[in-house]
């Protein structure tokens, strides 16, 4: 599926890079526990990814709603379920406190700031160069990064030929049993077409990679040249001014009367 985008700043770092500093967001956000600093830290991650994504505000939206639906599950099953000592409500299965609502709402904004950072990587990067960026910056084997892009070209190709599959058991008036045996049934016309289709085609793609004298071993050439940038250098510094931005406003205008919400 090809999504019209604006292509912005951001999709012109080093993929590489990118995908570095990402992970370094994911840790950050891992180890705090300041419930005030990670709510900064949501508002402008999310500034960011609606102003750098390059896609229409109606389709980030659409992206975010499951992690919204995960951030109400993850929150409120701490929240009513979660122990403390200042009793908010209680009713039956039920016990809100003070410490349990802090403890949801520092789960749930864990689980939106990872979502953001892993939807800004994900719409912003192109698959093919951040491969070409793994071989040239960081020395991933070729025959890895080849690997994983054939594959990756492979699986549109899958779900096209089940939909065919689909369609021509459909017309042939095929119908699945009920129950556990029409799972196994279903599983037997399905998988193994499937499976014998992709074997065949990645044999024809091992044997032109053949042909082609495929090897790892020599120095190769790239048809993208990935480099550096002025970009790379301003990625990390806007992520770096959320983390120090973050934590000051966190520690002088809280919203919440909380510091650590494993200690309250």
């Known amino acids: 599926m090809s999504w019209s985008y604006r292509e912005t700043w951001l999709h012109r770092v080093n993929p590489a890079f990118k995908l570095i500093v990402s992970v370094g967001m994911f840790m950050v956000v891992l180890l705090t526990h300041h419930l005030n600093v990670l709510i900064h830290v949501t508002w402008m991650l999310a500034l960011l990814f609606f102003a750098a994504a390059g896609h229409p505000v109606r389709r980030l939206l659409l992206l975010t709603l499951p992690f919204a639906l995960m951030f109400v599950s993850s929150a409120t099953s701490m929240v009513f379920f979660g122990k403390g000592e200042t009793t908010w409500l209680r009713w039956g299965l039920i016990h809100i406190t003070e410490e349990s609502f802090y403890r949801g709402m520092h789960i749930g904004l864990k689980s939106v700031n990872m979502a953001l950072i892993g939807l800004l990587f994900g719409l912003t990067t192109s698959p093919v160069r951040l491969f070409y960026s793994l071989m040239q910056q960081v020395r991933l084997p070729a025959k890895?990064?080849?690997?994983?892009?054939?594959?990756?070209?492979?699986?549109?190709?899958?779900?096209?030929?089940?939909?065919?599959?689909?369609?021509?058991?459909?017309?042939?008036?095929?119908?699945?049993?009920?129950?556990?045996?029409?799972?196994?049934?279903?599983?037997?016309?399905?998988?193994?077409?499937?499976?014998?289709?992709?074997?065949?085609?990645?044999?024809?793609?091992?044997?032109?990679?053949e042909a082609k004298r495929f090897s790892s071993a020599k120095r190769r050439s790239y048809y993208y040249l990935i480099g550096w940038s002025a970009r790379d250098g301003l990625l990390a510094g806007v992520m770096l001014l959320i983390c120090l931005a973050a934590f000051w406003l966190g520690r002088d205008f809280p919203y919440f009367n909380i510091g650590d919400v494993r200690t309250g």
Request: glycine share 4%.
């Open 144 to 209: 890895y990064a080849y690997s994983f892009m054939a594959a990756m070209r492979l699986l549109p190709m899958v779900a096209s030929e089940y939909r065919t599959l689909q369609m021509a058991l459909k017309v042939r008036g095929v119908k699945r049993a009920k129950g556990i045996r029409g799972w196994m049934e279903s599983l037997n016309r399905y998988a193994i077409p499937l499976l014998a289709q992709s074997i065949r085609r990645a044999q024809r793609i091992a044997v032109a990679m």
